[in-house]
């Protein structure tokens, strides 16, 4: 008979949102770039919320993230962000996590953007016709 901990069986998701995924992959980019992958273990570190890391911590069997985090970098090649996002969900899977996040697809994520930009005055008239409609 298999003995298994209490609550590891029990699945769990994380989310991450668009600032923490586009946080990850400009420092991934900057760890590509200078091939120092610290500063990178310490944002990814820094883009779960203090409860999600505790979670983490109680299902690996070190009990250790930042040792987790090392270990994943580790066996990143070291040259592309997608991967790094693979090995994270692969990784945090094994141990009943399901890692999601916004913006999978830098290219989406950059388009996004765009369109942010060019709404910077901020005017949405789809709301300007719904306030009108209510008014009435």
Do not use: C
């Amino acid at each position: 008979m298999r003995s298994v901990l209490p609550g590891l069986h029990d699945s769990m998701d994380i989310y991450l949102d668009r600032r923490a995924v586009r946080q990850i992959r400009l420092s991934a980019q900057e760890a590509i770039e200078e091939g120092d992958t610290e500063s990178l273990r310490e944002d990814i570190l820094e883009a779960f919320t203090e409860e999600q890391v505790e979670e983490i911590e109680r299902r690996l069997d070190n009990g250790d993230f930042f040792e987790f985090l090392t270990d994943i970098l580790d066996e990143w090649s070291g040259d592309d962000t997608d991967e790094l996002f693979e090995l994270l969900e692969t990784q945090l899977g094994e141990v009943g996590i399901d890692l999601k996040f916004d913006g999978k697809n830098a290219e989406d994520e950059e388009e996004e953007e765009e369109e942010e930009d060019d709404d910077v005055d901020g005017d949405d008239f789809d709301d300007d016709e719904e306030e009108e409609d209510f008014d009435e």
